[in-house]
């Protein structure tokens, strides 16, 4: 069921982002409508869930765009790469921290 959600979530945006808005004149320079799907996957779903739908989403977008192939793709493995990254730093910034406070509070 969560599959053939955000499978057809991809696939509405992917519509409307590339055929809808652009005929729209006050959303023709709008901003990239799969981003906040991408963080909401990054954040809601596990690493190896999240990141076939990404793949999916880059390869659909760069195929339908007329943007240099890859870009797509790039930009959204950045942005579920960032969110991933500071999922798992936050535990390890938080131990670096307070292991400093405890470092600079024996000096």
Do not use: H, K
């Amino acid at each position: 069921m969560s599959y053939f959600f955000n499978i057809s979530v991809c696939l509405f945006l992917v519509i409307l982002q590339t055929t809808v808005m652009p005929n729209l004149p006050l959303l023709d320079s709008f901003y990239d409508l799969l981003i906040p799907f991408v963080v909401f996957l990054g954040l809601s779903r596990p690493v190896r869930e999240s990141l076939p739908f990404v793949f999916f989403l880059g390869f659909i977008m760069d195929n339908l765009s007329g943007s240099p192939f890859g870009l797509y793709f790039t930009a959204y493995f950045t942005a579920i790469s960032v969110v991933v990254l500071s999922i798992f730093a936050e535990p390890l910034l938080r131990w670096a921290s307070q292991a400093a406070l405890q470092l600079a509070s024996t000096f």
